[in-house]
């Protein structure tokens, strides 16, 4: 792992273990002080309670549209993208707090996962490196790479033919 990929992942811990559960508390105790800690704490039961209600539906809706996808013969982006988003919206609604259920309904729910969805491709995308070995076992990373096989200008050809011993 690269220097800047151990900082991106230092930080992204950072925020998911520290800042994430402050806030969390933080909400909490807002919400508990404006309606009080029993109804606060029946609103955070009701509210997992539905997110799992609404996360079994969407994953069913999810699963049939992959299976159906691969049926077909077709490449599941989409359906694998949405698989993941609603996956990670229920892991989202099973932590108590409601700025990750929040973010949790909106990874489930079909009207706002298209703008995740694309956010989820296209970093997928940007971090997909083509990687292919030439005729003379070196490696050639990078998307659309222009390295086609074979002798370099000015390299030596060695002609020979192929003899197969295990006839």
Do not use: C
Request: hydrophobic share 50%; glycine share 10%.
């Amino acid at each position: 792992m690269t220097r800047s990929g151990r900082r991106r992942l230092a930080i992204v811990l950072f925020v998911a273990f520290i800042v994430v559960p402050l806030i969390e508390l933080y909400v909490l105790i807002q919400v508990g002080q404006v309606i009080g800690a029993a109804p606060t704490i029946v609103l955070l039961v009701v509210d997992s309670l539905i997110g799992a209600w609404l996360l079994k539906r969407e994953w069913g809706h999810t699963w049939r549209a992959l299976r159906t996808r691969i049926e077909e013969g077709g490449l599941p982006t989409r359906e694998l993208a949405d698989g993941a988003l609603v996956t990670l919206g229920g892991a989202l609604m099973l932590s108590p707090g409601f700025v990750t259920d929040i973010l949790g309904v909106l990874l489930i729910l079909p009207p706002t996962r298209p703008v995740f969805r694309r956010l989820v491709i296209a970093y997928a995308a940007s971090r997909a490196t083509v990687t292919m070995t030439n005729a003379y076992g070196q490696t050639v990373y990078g998307p659309g790479t222009q390295t086609r096989p074979g002798p370099a200008a000015g390299d030596a050809v060695v002609r020979g033919e192929v003899i197969d011993d295990e006839q």
